[in-house]
């Protein structure tokens, strides 16, 4: 469980082909303080850490992970969002995030503005219901709000801090994005569902 409040930034450094799978290193600032078997959110997506030396660590993500989410576009010198799962006698400083890729959406248009940064994103019509005006979103891991909602399309505004120490300062109009949705959200419209289909 994650909290979408970005550690460190992470680079990547090689990676290989197994069968179906991708294994990449990644060093970043928090590499050295990793544990094999841990779960980090890697770009929102949860991975297990399966080795750690000299400031680097290496983690899998099989077919299904990369077929879900931007991890199969991902080229050495990449750079990739890092948060260690939340700690519960903490703050929950951004929202609920599991490391569960619902989706990938594309950053269709990017405005600088004075001070901050604007991005909108198009994602899959299916997950309209899951997406509201002023609700919470995890983009690439990261906790954000949205507005501007329309039925496959929403924006997030960025400060500076979040803009410097993400890999959102990367994006540019035609970038894929992990999205995950809200679990509240999923829970309510499931339940819904459930209900609508009991009558």
């Known amino acids: 469980m ?3 409040i970005i550690e460190s930034m992470g680079k990547i450094v090689s990676l290989t082909a197994n069968g179906t799978n991708k ?3 990644i060093q970043s600032d928090l590499s050295g303080e990793l544990k094999v078997d841990q779960s980090v959110s890697h770009n ?3 991975l297990t850490v399966e080795e750690q030396k000299d400031g680097q660590h290496r983690v899998t993500a099989i077919e299904e992970t990369l077929r879900k989410t ?3 576009d991902w080229k050495t010198g990449g750079l990739v969002n890092l948060e260690r799962s939340m700690v519960l006698n ?3 400083d951004g929202h609920i995030v599991q490391g569960h890729a619902d989706c990938t959406a594309t950053c269709i248009k990017k405005d600088t503005l004075e001070g901050s940064w604007e991005f909108r994103f198009r994602f899959p019509d299916a997950y309209s219901p899951l997406v509201i005006e002023k609700g919470s979103i995890s983009v690439n891991g990261i906790s954000l709000t949205l507005f501007n909602v329309t039925n496959n399309e929403f924006t997030v505004a960025i400060i500076p ?3 410097e120490h993400t890999n959102l300062s990367t994006l540019s109009p035609g970038s894929t994005v992990n999205l ?3 679990i509240i959200g999923k829970y309510v419209l ?6 609508a289909t009991a009558k």
């Open 2 to 4: 994650f909290t979408g």
């Open 90 to 92: 903490g703050r929950l």
């Open 23 to 25: 294994t990449f290193w």
């Open 44 to 46: 929102g997506v949860c």
């Open 161 to 163: 801090y979040t803009f």
């Open 180 to 182: 995950e949705f809200d």
């Open 70 to 72: 931007n991890l199969g």
């Open 190 to 195: 499931r339940t819904t569902e459930l209900a």
